[in-house]
């Protein structure tokens, strides 16, 4: 049955085919264009597949069994990390590793090994990760660990759900001592200043993350909070969840996330922490998901939806190029209405197509202004490859065959352990330069 599937920036395709994960190996349709798709939380075309079927891994997300001793889960690749969540959190354990978003499935964060707010201390989702079942339509299935001699669990972790369906997993988890985040907030005045605190916020702390206001100039330029954090060592397990979030109702034909509103709003914000450093304890919820809070979000970029450009950079270019990022933003008459700067560690995925490595990471979002904005994000890719830098794939849905292949050198390693009945539409116009679907 055909069905209409979506990403999270936008972009939406027409399925032929919406099969059960079961139906994976058996059914012959899904031979040569099928692709694993899982809540639809990538932000571009790594999760979509215009030319062929969709494999619902959602229809199988059970928690197989989770070890309250040793914090060790398995569970089927479509639970979402908020039921994960539900279900460890109470015995006082929390998975090591959380995205920006608690409604990403267990497969998804393997397949583009998400990253959080503690990569200095704890690297990326996929080194939590143990074992992985996966199911392959040429060699059926099969239980893949690291540093198996295939290499397939290397490819797997970070692999764009291009080598395999993944139907099971086993995961690490993270002891805790109370559900709740004992949460620092330091307003820094401009850019700099944020340089001179990050590695000493992430030496003392779990997480840590920086807001910036996009649009400050002058001597405010990159003004921000940095907001860093721990889980309370006293206080309960208990998983309270808002009883009736807000929603947006419908897609606005203009986008209100730019102009004055943007001037408006960042200075709120900026003022809504006080000078200096002040400390309070809050939800997991309201410091590791606050957009998940408001339901169709995405909805409020408008009616062509969003580009998301996220970079990384080596640390010791870091400062100038975050700073040019930013002004080669404002050049182009842009603002980033959620700009988030965070630090990366030393800690290796051991994935080898992982997006984070050593250095800082930049975020921007910006409503589809048609051409304007392609040419920003061009230049913005232009600044990052300069910098020895790479561009996020999960996060992307426009970006050149030639800025990917520089991004992850080590791209054709996936494509030889490829499924062959896997396909993306972003491996094709990418790695396999089969065309541009353009902006939507």
């Known amino acids: 049955m055909s069905a209409c599937i979506e990403s999270w920036g936008g972009l939406s395709v027409e399925t032929s085919e919406l099969l059960k994960p079961e139906a994976f190996l058996a ?7 099928a692709l694993p798709y899982g809540n639809g939380r ?12 969709a494999i619902a891994t959602r229809k199988a997300g059970k928690i197989i069994s989770f070890d309250e001793t040793t914090g060790l889960l398995q569970a089927e690749a479509g639970l979402l990390l908020s039921e994960l969540i539900d279900a460890v959190a109470p015995a006082g354990w929390f998975p090591a590793v959380l995205p920006g978003t608690q ?42 660990r690291p540093g198996d001699e295939t290499g397939l669990f290397e490819a797997t972790v970070g692999g ?31 850019l700099e200043e944020y340089f001179g605190l990050a590695r000493d916020a992430d030496e003392r702390h779990e997480y840590a993350v920086a ?20 889980h309370a060592s006293e206080g309960g397990h208990q998983v309270a969840r808002s009883a ?34 002040s400390t309070k304890t809050v939800g997991f919820e309201k410091f590791f998901f606050p957009l998940d ?43 980033s209405f959620l700009t988030v700067l965070k630090r990366f560690g030393q800690v290796q995925s051991p994935g080898f197509m992982s997006f984070p490595r050593a250095g800082y990471t930049l975020t921007l979002d910006f409503p589809d202004k048609g051409g304007p904005t392609l040419r920003l994000l061009e230049q913005l890719d232009e600044i990052t490859l300069a910098a020895g830098g790479a561009v996020n794939p999960y996060k992307d849905r426009r970006m050149s065959a030639a800025t990917f292949k520089a991004s992850f050198p080590e791209w054709q390693k996936l494509e030889a352990m490829r499924d062959p009945a ?19």
């Open 27 to 33: 059914d012959d349709r899904a031979r040569g264009s």
């Open 42 to 53: 990538s932000y571009g075309d790594s999760c979509l597949n215009a030319s062929g079927t």
């Open 103 to 144: 409604f990403v499935t267990l497969g998804g964060a393997i397949a583009n090994d998400i990253h959080g707010k503690n990569h200095h201390r704890r690297g990326t989702f996929g080194c939590h990760v143990t074992e992985i079942h996966l199911d392959r339509t040429d060699r059926g299935s099969s239980v893949i």
């Open 244 to 277: 009736s979030p807000l929603k947006v109702p419908f897609t606005p034909p203009v986008t209100p996330l730019q102009g004055p509103f943007l001037r408006l709003f960042n200075e709120a914000y900026f003022r809504g922490a006080p000078a200096g450093v």
């Open 293 to 335: 809070r408001i339901g169709r979000w995405n909805r409020l970029y408008g009616p062509r939806g969003l580009h998301q450009h996220q970079s990384v950079i080596p640390e010791a270019a870091g400062f100038e190029t975050v700073k040019k990022l930013l002004e080669c933003t404002q050049a182009n008459r842009h603002g």
């Open 160 to 190: 764009l759900g291009l080598t395999g369906l993944i139907r099971r997993a086993s995961v690490h988890l993270m002891r805790i001592g109370a559900s709740s985040i004992r949460q620092e907030t330091t307003r820094f005045n401009d």
């Open 211 to 230: 807001w910036l206001d996009s649009i400050s100039k002058g001597k405010r330029f990159g003004r921000g909070h940095l907001i860093a954090g721990d």
């Open 422 to 440: 896997l396909l993306s539409d972003f491996w094709r116009r990418t790695a396999l330069c089969e065309g541009d679907r353009g902006a939507k």
